[in-house]
């Protein structure tokens, strides 16, 4: 028979499992709960995480797109492509070699330096579309010879003799209206190979439609569609 001391000594301790056993349920519980809520955590801050580096491509996607865009320069023709990255309405035809050429050249320095513009520099020998270019001049330039220079916006042009006049090609930089230039018989004989002709004509045609407004380029093609209206109509 057991003693009245050890009879409480086992109640006293199946008492404390009990309570350990019942106190074990909601910590188990809450420890579950915890794990949950940790989890959950992690996996929003991947979603979240995630969620942030898409909108960071797309930004940058964005960006890089219109930086693009932004510096992609408008196509100019071939012929123009290697020379030059900005617009200038200021040509000159030059002849290497050519005294008239130097005495240009003299001028045409001091013009871009007293007016801040920049004329482009086209051999007329030793390039063909640049004397495809010169040849297709309107008709009121047709008497063109080189070395002069052309305004592609006023359409006017100064020769050799008239450049040694600094104002005179003031005038001309300035787009300002300048009295009819003389004629002359003189000037370099430009020949082409066979079937290069037609190329540099298409060049030069591309060059100059290259710097008509669209209202102009507009308005020439419709001087082109009459025009061919009426020689068919002529013909038949």
């Known amino acids: 028979a057991s003693s009245p001391n050890q009879h409480k000594s086992q109640q006293r301790r199946r008492r404390q499992r009990y309570q350990q056993q019942v106190y074990a349920i909601p910590t188990l519980f809450i420890s579950i709960a915890f794990h949950s809520t940790r989890v959950r955590q992690r996996t929003r801050t991947v979603s979240i995480t995630a969620a942030m580096l898409i909108r960071i491509v797309t930004i940058l996607s964005v960006m890089l797109i219109m930086a693009s865009?932004?510096?992609?320069?408008?196509?100019l023709p071939s012929f123009l492509a290697k020379r030059s990255k900005t617009y200038t309405p200021y040509?000159?035809?030059?002849?290497?070699?050519?005294?008239?050429?130097q005495v240009i050249e003299k001028t045409v320095k001091q013009i871009e330096?007293?007016?801040?513009?920049?004329?482009?520099?086209?051999?007329?020998l030793a390039d063909a579309k640049a004397q495809a270019l010169l040849?297709?001049?309107?008709?009121?330039?047709?008497?063109?010879?080189?070395?002069?220079?052309?305004?592609?916006e006023s359409m006017q042009i100064v020769d050799a003799?008239?450049?040694?006049?600094?104002?005179?090609?003031?005038?001309?930089?300035?787009?300002?209206?300048l009295p009819p230039r003389r004629t002359s018989s003189s000037g370099p004989q430009?020949?082409?190979?066979e079937g290069e002709q037609m190329e540099a004509m298409a060049d030069a045609e591309e060059l100059m439609d290259a710097a008509l407004t669209p209202e102009q380029k507009s308005g020439k093609d419709a001087i082109k569609r009459r025009t061919e209206e009426?020689?068919?109509?002529?013909?038949?």
């Not at 040849?135 to 592609?152: D, F, G, I, Q």
């Open 69 to 75: 865009a932004a510096t992609a320069a408008p196509r």
């Open 91 to 101: 040509y000159f035809f030059k002849v290497k070699g050519s005294d008239e050429s």
């Open 113 to 124: 330096k007293e007016l801040g513009v920049r004329v482009e520099r086209l051999d007329a």
């Open 135 to 152: 040849m297709a001049l309107p008709s009121t330039s047709a008497a063109a010879k080189a070395p002069c220079l052309y305004h592609r």
């Open 161 to 177: 003799e008239q450049a040694n006049d600094i104002s005179h090609v003031r005038a001309w930089a300035k787009g300002r209206y």
């Open 190 to 193: 430009f020949k082409f190979e």
């Open 230 to 236: 009426m020689a068919n109509d002529w013909k038949n």
